[in-house]
Structures are given as structure tokens and as C-alpha cells.
């Protein structure tokens, strides 16, 4: 099993629509959780990161649930420019700091 | 707040030569810095993790007499590949973490590295 998962996609939805990705995660003792966007030949820049009570960021809300073990990310209202890919990135303390991140989900927001 | 530079941000070498990375927190400290590499259509892949002032940390399967790192300061880390091969050919990030509680990354924008 992988140690972070993610469904690949691609997610193709019009402009408007709601879309939610989930990730999961196999280690119990992950301790930080974060979406990061990626576009195409680009570095990933941070979207948010997640906490256990939830947190929205404009159209975008991340919640954690730590029993199952995995973090979701909804989009509301999807713009074309949400087009690209999300990455899960779970990390914890082994001696050092040491985070792991998803294959991603590509979005494709179309008119 | 929170910029990382990368330099160069493309490199054309050819097969046996060393090609040095440099990435740079621009506006703070950064404790630990990591650095990855990420093949078309694949994810990002750590390579290795490294701590101002000590050696590295580096993933199973990455050779780290091929893969030189130096964090020599907050604010500088470089990666060395040295004795390049076409098969070494990709993109690859840093990012950097002022520590301290705060364990978000921050990514340089990648150097895309070909090797001929």
C-alpha cells in the first residue's frame, strides 16, 4: 500500500460545479497535512494546509479525519484557472522531519 | 513572504559532466531543505533532506556519492550531480522549511535538467 494515496483522475467538470478529492494516508503518526496545487511543468505552491477542525479558504475547504485516516479538499463554484493538479502531502517525525507527498489528481475545469 | 530560488532554472550538459543545482530561501531561515526530482507525469519524488550545518538524509535507492548536497547556510543549499547520464535527465525542486513548528514547504520554481 502506498503511503499516500490518491485517485489520479482526471476529474473533468464545467466552470461552476462543486468537485471534492480525498487522500488517504498509512501512517497513524502523520502529524501535518497539506494540499498543493501543481501546474503543468511548474513547482507546487501551497493551496492550504488542513487541520483537524476543517478550515475553508474561499471556495476551498480541507477537513482531516484522523480515525480514518484520510483529508479531503472540495472546490466550490470551479473557475478555469482551478484546472491543474493536487497533491496531498502528509508529514510526521521520524528523527527528522520527513513529508510524503500523493501522485495527484488532475482537474481539468472546462466552459 | 516565504520565496525559494532555484538556479539555473534549465540545464543542457552532456553525459559525464557535473551539473550544480543552487536554492536559496530569499527571505527566511530555512532549517531543513529538501530536495526533490519529478519525471514526466510522475509524482514528486524526495530524494533527500538536509539540516543547516550537517550531512544529508538521503531516500533508499538515491546514491549519494552521485547526489552531492551542501547546506552550508539558513539560506543556501546545493545539489550536485555529478557524472551526469541521460537516464538522470528531470525536473528537480527544492523547497525549505523555517522549522520551528511550521512544517509547510516552500518550493523553488525547479530546474529542468537534460542530459545529453
Known amino acids: 500500500r502506498k503511503e499516500v494515496e490518491q485517485d489520479p483522475g482526471p476529474f473533468n467538470v464545467p466552470e461552476g460545479a462543486t468537485v471534492a478529492f480525498n487522500c488517504t494516508y498509512s501512517n497513524s503518526a502523520s502529524q501535518s497535512f497539506f494540499w498543493y496545487r501543481q501546474d503543468c511543468r511548474k513547482e507546487p505552491k501551497l493551496l492550504m494546509s488542513v487541520y483537524s477542525s476543517g478550515n475553508e479558504d474561499g471556495r476551498f475547504t480541507a477537513q482531516l479525519n484522523r480515525a480514518s485516516q484520510y483529508i479531503s479538499l472540495l472546490i466550490r463554484d470551479s473557475k478555469l484557472s482551478d484546472s491543474a493538479t493536487y497533491l496531498c502531502?502528509?508529514?510526521?517525525?521520524?528523527?527528522?522531519?520527513?513529508?510524503?507527498f500523493g501522485a495527484g489528481t488532475r482537474l481539468f475545469v472546462k466552459a | 513572504g516565504a520565496v525559494v530560488s532555484q538556479h539555473p532554472s534549465r540545464v543542457i550538459c552532456k553525459s559525464g559532466t557535473s551539473v550544480k543545482i543552487e536554492c536559496r530561501s530569499l527571505d527566511f531561515q530555512a532549517t531543513t531543505m529538501f530536495w526533490y526530482r519529478q519525471f514526466p507525469k510522475q509524482s514528486l519524488m524526495l530524494m533527500a533532506t538536509?539540516?543547516?550545518?550537517?550531512?544529508?538524509?538521503?531516500e533508499q535507492g538515491v546514491e549519494k556519492d552521485k547526489f552531492l548536497i551542501n547546506h552550508a547556510s539558513l539560506t543556501l543549499s546545493t545539489l550536485t550531480v555529478t557524472s551526469a547520464h541521460p537516464e538522470d535527465s528531470s525536473f528537480y525542486i527544492c523547497?525549505?522549511?523555517?522549522?520551528?513548528?511550521?512544517?509547510?514547504?516552500?518550493f523553488g520554481p525547479g530546474t529542468r535538467l537534460t542530459v545529453l
Open positions: 502531502v502528509v508529514g510526521f517525525k521520524t528523527g527528522g522531519f520527513k513529508t510524503i
Open positions: 538536509s539540516n543547516e550545518g550537517s550531512k544529508a538524509t538521503y
Open positions: 523547497s525549505a522549511s523555517s522549522g520551528g513548528g511550521d512544517d509547510t514547504q516552500y
